[in-house]
C-alpha cells in the first residue's frame, strides 16, 4: 500500500486527487493522511468526497475513512467497476476538480466511459468549464487524449446544479509533447458568459477583456481577437464570467479567466481576466500554470521525453510532482524555481513499465 502524506507542499486537495488518480489506474491500493491540513477547514469536504465515490464506483474500490472531515482515507480498488454512470457532487463543487481525478482511469479503461457531472461548471478555486473545453482538452489531444465535452448547464455558487456529459475515448499510449518558448500570438479567443443576468454583463466583460488587450502594446494589430457573447442562461444560482486563451506559434495555448462577484463590475471582470493573460504572455511561456499542473501525471505516464515551459511554477504544481514521483519511478528536473517562468522535463514511458 502507498502511504501519502497529504500536508505535503501546498497541502491542499490536489494531493488527494491526484493520489486517487493513480492509485485507480495502477489499481494499487493508498492511504492518504493529514488530507488538507494546510487548509483553513482540514479533512475531506463534500467535493472531495464526490470524487471518492465517483472513482470507487467506476473501479470497485473499497473504501475506509469516507466521511466529512476525516483526515485519513484508504482507498482500494478492484477493478471493473462502471463505464456509463451519473456522479452528481451533490454541491456546488468543481466538475472540472472532479475531472482532474477521474480522467487518467478513465481513459486507460480500454473502452468508452461516459458520464453525466452534475456540479459546479463555473465556481471559484477551480478552472471555469470552458477553459477545461478550449485549453486542457486541446493540450491532452496532442498527447493522445481524446475527450469530449457537452456543456449542458451552467452551475454557479451556492447551489450548483450545472449539467456536464463527457466522453472519454480509450487510449492504447501517451504521446510525449514538447511545449517550450513562444515566439508569436497567433490568435485570441474568449467567451463570456453570464446565467439569470441582462445580457450587457456579457456584452462589458467581453469589451473590457478586449479593449486592455488591444491597449497592453502586447498583442500585434493583426492578431485577431475573437470573445464569443454567449446569450444569457438560466442557472439555479446567478453568475457570470470570461475564459480567454491565446493560440501561439509552437504549439503554446495560454488561458486566464476570471469570474463575476456580488458588487464587482463587469468591467472589471473582463479586465481580471485580460491582465491574467498578458502577465504569462509576457513570460513567452507555451503552457499556462494551471496547465501546467494538470499536466505533470500524463508527462510522466507519456512513452518517452517531455519538455514545457510553464509562465508561473507554483507550490500547487511541485506538490504534484512530489506525489507523482512516489507512485511512479520517475524523476522530475525544474529549472526556473518556484513562483518564476520554468522549464519542466521528465523522461515518461511508466505506465508501459507499469503494465
Known sequence: MI?????????????????????????????IYNIRMNRPNPGLRPQHMASVRALSELTGAELK???????ELIFSP???????????????????????????????????????????????????IDYVKHVTIPIFKKMNIRIDLNLVKRGFYPKGGGVVDVLFHPCD?????????QSRILQIKGVSYAANLPSHVIKRQAESAEEVLKKSGLIPGDVIID????????????????????IMDRGGLIGADSLGEKGVPAEKVGEAAADSLLLQLKTKAGVDYHMCDMLIPYL???????????????????????IV?????????????????????????????LR
Not at 475513512?65 to 483526515?71: N, Q, Y
Not at 478492484?78 to 468543481?94: E, L, P
Not at 470573445?227 to 491565446?246: D, F, H, K, R, T
Open 78 to 128: 478492484k477493478g471493473g467497476g462502471v463505464k456509463r454512470t451519473v456522479i452528481d457532487i451533490g454541491t456546488a463543487g468543481s466538475v472540472s476538480l472532479l475531472l482532474q481525478a477521474i480522467t487518467p482511469y478513465c481513459i486507460f479503461t480500454g473502452d468508452r466511459v461516459k458520464l453525466r457531472i452534475i456540479g459546479g461548471t463555473d465556481v471559484k478555486w477551480s478552472p471555469p
Open 227 to 246: 470573445i464569443l457573447q454567449e446569450e444569457p442562461v438560466n442557472a439555479l444560482s446567478p453568475g457570470s464570467g470570461i475564459v480567454l486563451y491565446a
Open 325 to 353: 514521483e512516489k507512485f511512479l519511478n520517475v524523476k522530475f528536473n525544474v529549472t526556473g524555481g518556484l513562483n518564476k517562468p520554468s522549464y519542466i522535463e521528465v523522461k515518461g514511458g511508466m505506465l508501459n513499465q
Open 3 to 31: 502511504e501519502i502524506d497529504g500536508s505535503l507542499g501546498e497541502g491542499g486537495g490536489q494531493i488527494l486527487r491526484t493520489s486517487l488518480a493513480l492509485s485507480a489506474l495502477l489499481n494499487k491500493p493508498v492511504r
Open 300 to 322: 510522466a505516464l507519456a512513452s518517452g521525453l517531455s519538455k514545457i515551459y510553464t509562465s508561473n511554477m507554483t507550490l500547487h504544481a511541485l506538490t504534484n510532482i512530489m
Open 65 to 71: 475513512g469516507l466521511e466529512e472531515g476525516s483526515t
Open 173 to 181: 499510449e501517451l504521446t510525449p509533447i514538447q511545449i517550450g518558448e
